[in-house]
Nanobody
Framework: QLQLVESGGGLVQPGGSLRLSCAASELTLDYYAIGWFRQAPGKEREGVSCVSSSGGSTNYADSVKGRFTISRDNAKNTVYLQMNSLKPEDTGVYYC????????????????WGQGTQVTVSS
């Protein structure tokens, strides 16, 4: 049974930075691509970023490209999302989730969602 726990969210001013973590337990992440999705109030869940199981392929939504960086540390069984130059529209609950090997922007293709961590970007 794979369990995921997101952390690192909080309140930050526009232009600030946050580093989100997605820690896995019970099972290794070695065979999984890990995706980050977010959901703002009243909006549907959207893909933010994804890293393949090998770490060799990454994907970013156009809205975050150049500002966010996804990475993984298999030794720690953890995936990170470094978020820089944050904007108010980045506000939402951020979730990590997994899919076998390869990335996708379709949330329905992922399983084992974490509980989410709240990110609020406001002055």
């Amino acid at each position: 049974q794979l369990q995921l726990v997101e952390s690192g969210g909080g309140l930050v001013q526009p232009g600030g930075s946050l580093r989100l973590s997605c820690a896995a337990s019970e099972l290794t992440l070695d065979y999984y691509a890990i995706g980050w999705f977010r959901q703002a109030p009243g909006k549907e869940r959207e893909g933010v970023s994804c890293v393949s199981s090998s770490g060799g392929s990454t994907n970013y939504a156009d809205s975050v490209k150049g500002r966010f960086t996804i990475s993984r540390d298999n030794a720690k069984n953890t995936v990170y999302l470094q978020m820089n130059s944050l904007k108010p529209e980045d506000t939402g609950v951020y979730y990590c989730t997994v899919r076998r090997y390869y990335c996708s922007g379709d949330s329905s293709l992922f399983r084992t969602w974490g509980q989410g961590t709240q990110v609020t970007v406001s002055s």
